[in-house]
């Protein structure tokens, strides 16, 4: 697909993957929008974009979204690309007295369900275009869950499972296209419980994400993802034990 010239809205594009994303989607001319609950982070991001958009929003709450919407309905009518890229994730194992349920509701809301009424609510305007496309952003951990962040690995598992069953659906119906981008650990802001600093650069990330798009990769395997990937296809128990290792 054709990745310049088009409206796109970037969901937690006010740091680490998504940011890297709208640098790089502004360099080929696009025009950006980004979405974050932060108001300082996404002013301090804008002083990196030229011309962008700045919406702060918080993606788990409805009137929230539903402002959102309205918006981009009105000053954006031609939105052609979504890409959903904020999360939520915890650091912790799932023993005795680790509020595993107080974190999987945060994560599930954020990484799964906030991502259902976002596109279900984007989908008529995003249908009306000649062309559109879905982004969701997953996880190399949807191949091999990682017991240090139990819930998030279970997060983006839904959300892969979510993300083949849309893009099946509007095939049938509509122009929208439906990708996936799966990255490996990311060194950001975000990943910093997780030992993110042992991860790819985001700009890395967006490099592959826009390569994908622009030669029609459904699933956008970065990094390691692609071993792991395989690995899992061969034999899914020592997939789970490398990524479980040490």
Do not use: C, W
């Amino acid at each position: 697909m054709n990745i310049s010239n088009k409206t796109i809205l970037i969901t937690g594009g006010g740091s680490g993957i998504g940011l890297a994303t709208a640098q790089l989607l502004l360099e080929k001319g696009n025009r950006l929008i980004i979405t974050g609950r932060s108001e300082v982070r996404l002013q301090q991001a804008l002083a990196q974009l030229p011309g962008v958009t700045a919406i702060a929003s918080d993606l788990t709450d409805a009137a929230s979204v539903a402002s959102l919407v309205s918006r981009l309905e009105a000053e954006f009518s031609d939105l052609s690309v979504l890409i959903n890229n904020a999360g939520q994730a915890y650091a912790y194992q799932l023993a005795t007295g680790a509020d595993a349920f107080t974190k999987a509701g945060e994560e599930i809301t954020t990484n799964y369900l906030a991502v259902i009424r976002l596109t279900e609510q984007l989908l008529p305007l995003l249908s009306r275009q000649p062309e559109a496309t879905i982004v969701n952003v997953t996880s190399i951990v949807v191949f091999a869950p990682s017991a240090s962040i139990p819930t998030y690995s279970a997060s983006k598992a839904a959300l892969r499972s979510y993300t083949q069953a849309l893009r099946h659906t509007l095939a049938k119906t509509t122009k929208v296209k439906v990708f996936e981008l799966l990255p490996p650990l990311v060194n950001t802001d975000f990943s910093t419980e997780i030992g993110g600093e042992n991860g790819i650069p985001p700009q890395q990330v967006a490099t592959e994400l826009v390569a994908g798009l622009e030669q029609d990769v459904q699933e956008i395997m970065v990094g390691q993802t692609a071993q792991l990937y395989e690995f899992h296809r061969a034999s899914p128990a020592e997939a789970f034990a490398a990524m479980n290792q040490g």
